[in-house]
């Protein structure tokens, strides 16, 4: 049964306010980059906060102000994975064995904040989006993700920095692009061996993820 849904208009939501310190928030995250590539990284990643990447051809929902929480904030015991609360929900938290449905935008930081797959370009028969389902819990989703779904309410709306060592660590993890290049460039950048040899290997799968908690069910 399902217990707790977001509404079924998605969102085109206006940018999150950018203030001075979400820059060393970001630098905070990357402080073993190279500098020159870090300089280009922080810019980029900067850019991220300053649109909104959700699809302007779905209803559009503004949050109220008091709504819109312009703090990131580090999520407990979660290695560092740093959120912003885009639109607090009002429905239930996931538990560890619930089943939850998501809609969410990837972005790689190291590839100036390309979006490499979006639940809503994944489109069913009738052509509504398909949102990604898995158990909280399974192990089967890259830990930045689980991290920031354990402590969202249903309805709500986050964006979420997930460092590389809460991020893909193989190939097997989930989400995974289904479109075979957008696999293959996300992952010859995150695990790539000339890179890594040259240090870069601490930075290259940094991501950026906003994520919609749709709903949940318990076993």
């Known amino acids: 049964m399902i217990l707790s849904a977001a509404s079924s208009g998605l969102l085109s939501l206006p940018p999150p306010i950018l203030y001075p310190r979400h820059k060393n928030l970001i630098l905070s995250t ?12 922080i810019s980029s990643s900067i850019l991220l906060f300053q649109f909104s990447p959700l699809s302007t051809s779905f209803a559009s929902i503004t949050p109220s102000p008091s709504r819109l929480l312009a ?28 089943k939850v449905a998501i809609h969410y935008y990837g972005r790689l930081a190291a590839k100036q904040g390309w979006r490499f797959d979006s639940t809503y370009d994944h489109k069913d028969e009738t052509g509504d989006p398909i949102p990604f389902v898995f158990v909280v819990g399974s192990g089967k989703v890259i830990s930045g993700i689980e991290a920031a779904i354990k402590t969202m309410k249903v309805g709500g709306l986050r964006r979420v920095i997930i460092p590389p060592s809460q991020g893909y660590q193989n190939t097997s993890q989930e989400p995974i692009p289904p479109n ?16 890594i040899a040259n240090g870069e290997g601490s930075t290259l799968g940094t991501l950026i993820f906003d994520i919609e908690l749709l709903s949940l069910r318990s076993p």
């Open 180 to 195: 075979f290049f957008d696999r293959q460039r996300l992952f010859t950048t995150i695990f790539n061996p000339t890179r």
């Open 71 to 98: 703090e990131f904030f580090d999520i407990p015991d979660a290695g560092g994975v740093k959120a912003l609360d885009i639109r607090v929900g009002t429905g239930d938290t996931p538990a560890i064995g619930d």
């Open 30 to 41: 990357l402080t073993q980059f190279s500098n020159s590539r870090r300089s280009a990284l």
